[in-house]
């Protein structure tokens, strides 16, 4: 009798340990998953970041040469009224 309870204790933790087992590999299953699909998001925003940093790249150096321009014409034009008023 005692080594039928013991045999049945047996089986049934061997049972709890399947389901156990299974559970485990069914949740790293859905982490890998998980973690693939945000790999894959991180990528696309990483590129989606890098075609940003290029434009605004690109702006700020279009934008730099328009200031530069407008300094040119401005020292241009207080060089130019500068040597008027004096010539005069």
């Known amino acids: 009798m005692r080594v039928r309870i013991l045999r049945s204790y047996i ?8 389901v156990l087992v299974k ?3 069914d949740l ?3 982490a890998d998953g998980r973690v693939a699909r945000l ?3 991180l990528q696309k925003s990483s ?3 890098k075609v940003q940093q290029s434009r605004m790249i690109v702006f700020v150096l279009i934008l ?3 200031i530069n321009l407008t300094l ?14 004096f010539c005069v």
Do not use: M
């Open 47 to 49: 590129g989606v970041i």
């Open 11 to 18: 089986n049934d933790l061997a049972d709890q340990n399947a």
């Open 72 to 85: 040119i014409f401005t020292l241009r034009f207080i060089l130019y009224f500068s040597l008027s008023f």
């Open 28 to 30: 790293e299953a859905d």
């Open 23 to 25: 559970t485990v590999e």
């Open 39 to 41: 790999e894959a998001k």
């Open 64 to 66: 730099f040469y328009f």
